[in-house]
């Protein structure tokens, strides 16, 4: 490296930020395309089994790795699940929970805001998805001596990941949709996770089916969601 290259902060090495420059007005291009993109976005529940290259998948998860964290502590774990038997495990579960969501859990005023999105407690999408990405928070870690360290706004963390783990698989021209029964410890015991994680987000992965209808919903506009000061 050149002596410019980097500077030492109380004996840490700190190397040079280079973004790349562009022109104002690539980036108003670049940015409203990125939205139209983005836009198009939907939660999907009906999939394909089409089968998806390994390599995207990881592309996509070291893309979601990128995300910002409290101490840079990256207190995160994305489990890719393929195999067919520990995907009807993971359904059998996740739909018991939900059997007792809708009849035990959740209020008359819950159920009938999710009316309109035609949600049930059937969750197919689970088995027939070539894959599921479960996403789990690390609270704490452990060194090689089996002494516990702590993470730091791992919540905030995680969900930013997921932010752009979501981001990621739509950019791949892929779908999924944000699953979260509760509660979700069945995930830690179905795939053998350690002690020190819980699970945060189950995420079907693939391609829509070929008949595939969402809800005909509209996002808030900008000036309900922006205010200028």
């Given at each position: 490296m050149k002596n410019d290259d980097y500077i030492l902060?109380?004996?840490?090495?700190?190397?040079?930020?280079?973004?790349?420059?562009?022109?104002?007005?690539?980036?108003?291009?670049q940015s409203?395309?990125?939205f139209k993109n983005l836009n198009k976005r939907r939660s999907v529940r009906t999939f394909s089994d089409k089968k998806i290259h390994k390599e995207v998948i990881e592309n996509i998860i070291k893309t979601a790795g990128t995300a910002p964290s409290g101490a840079n502590k990256q207190p995160w774990t994305f489990c890719v699940v393929e195999n067919a038997g520990l995907k009807k495990k993971i359904r059998i579960a996740a739909?018991?929970?939900?059997?007792?969501?809708?009849?035990?859990?959740?209020?008359?005023?819950?159920?009938?805001?999710?009316?309109?999105?035609?949600?049930?407690?059937?969750?197919?999408?689970l088995?027939?998805?070539?894959?599921?990405?479960?996403?789990?928070?690390?609270?704490?870690?452990?060194?090689?001596?089996?002494k516990k360290h702590q993470n730091?706004?791992?919540?905030?963390s995680v969900g930013l990941a997921c932010g752009f783990l979501i981001s990621a698989?739509?950019?791949?021209?892929?779908?999924?949709?944000?699953?979260?029964?509760?509660p979700m410890r069945f995930l830690e015991k179905i795939l053998n996770r350690p002690d020190n994680e819980r699970a945060f987000l189950l995420l079907p992965v693939g391609y829509e089916s070929d008949k595939t209808y969402v809800p005909d919903i509209h996002r808030k506009s900008l000036t309900e969601i922006m205010e200028w000061y």
């Open positions: 902060i109380e004996g840490y090495k700190h190397i040079r930020y280079k973004q790349y420059a562009i022109s104002e007005d690539k980036m108003l291009t409203l395309n990125y739909e018991e929970e939900e059997k007792r969501s809708y009849n035990e859990r959740m209020s008359d005023e819950w159920l009938e805001d999710l009316k309109h999105l035609g949600t049930d407690t059937n969750k197919e999408f088995e027939v998805a070539p894959y599921l990405i479960v996403v789990f928070k690390r609270p704490f870690e452990y060194d090689k001596d089996g730091y706004y791992v919540n905030e698989i739509h950019n791949a021209g892929l779908v999924t949709l944000t699953h979260t029964p509760s």
